[in-house]
T-cell receptor, first 111, second 114 residues
Framework: AQSVTQPDIHITVSEGASLELRCNYS??????LFWYVQSPGQGLQLLLKYFSGDTLVQGIKGFEAEFKRSQSSFNLRKPSVHWSDAAEYFC?????????FGAGTILRVKS | NAGVTQTPKFRILKIGQSMTLQCTQD?????MYWYRQDPGMGLKLIYY???????DKGEVPNGYNVSRSTTEDFPLRLELAAPSQTSVYFCASSPGGEGNQPQHFGDGTRLSIL
């Protein structure tokens, strides 16, 4: 069955530090992968997506993610975190016309 | 751009009451979805629709019903509210197609059953 694992429930980083959020997926075919961000009281906003081609994808707000088929991973990165990046981040894999989401990682940014 | 609009934003229900959560989209998307979000659990798919007149169950459909009479609207019905249905509900839409084009989300309905 398709599944997505985000191993870190909470992550705290200092403002200006680099960030990596982990995501592992289980899917038999070529995956279509997404990262979404949710600010408090808001809906989910798409950060970036991987469909095919270049395994390093760029998204909005300075985020990028790298698809590694051998590790079944799609980790999200940002070189320098801003206080406004504090939010919950969800990784998702598509199958058919549905999405399976991970449980989310809450990012806290300390000044 | 309105995108996906959900109403109401907040609601408190008593056990056994019924209500309909409204969702409408103005992007002419064929695919629409209802999720519930509980702390630490991510989003779970309740029902989805691939077009007007076509609906199907997701992962957690029990206690809910849907209909899709138009492309724009996809209401979610709770018939007999139970405390376990306390959650945040999100509606989403997508154009569909290969690779499941990204879903667009509404801002959610926060529902408490007391």
């Amino acid at each position: 069955a398709q599944s997505v694992t985000q191993p870190d429930i909470h992550i705290t980083v200092s403002e200006g530090a680099s960030l990596e959020l982990r995501c592992n997926y289980s899917y038999g075919a070529t995956p279509y992968l997404f990262w979404y961000v949710q600010s408090p009281g808001q809906g989910l906003q798409l950060l970036l997506k991987y469909f095919s081609g270049d395994t390093l994808v760029q998204g909005i707000k300075g985020f990028e993610a790298e698809f590694k088929r051998s590790q079944s991973s799609f980790n999200l990165r940002k070189p320098s975190v801003h206080w406004s990046d504090a939010a919950e981040y969800f990784c998702a894999v598509a199958y058919g016309n549905k999405l399976v989401f991970g449980a989310g990682t809450i990012l806290r940014v300390k000044s | 751009n309105a995108g996906v609009t959900q109403t109401p934003k907040f609601r408190i229900l008593k056990i056994g009451q019924s209500m309909t959560l409204q969702c409408t989209q103005d992007m002419n998307h064929n695919y629409m979805y209802w999720y519930r979000q509980d702390p630490g659990m991510g989003l779970k798919l309740i029902y989805y629709s691939v077009g007007a007149g076509i609906t199907d169950k997701g992962e957690v459909p029990n206690g809910y019903n849907v209909s899709r009479s138009t492309t724009e609207d996809f209401p979610l019905r709770l018939e007999l509210a139970a405390p376990s249905q306390t959650s945040v509900y999100f509606c989403a839409s997508s154009p569909g197609g290969e690779g499941n084009q990204p879903q667009h989300f509404g801002d959610g309905t926060r529902l408490s059953i007391l």
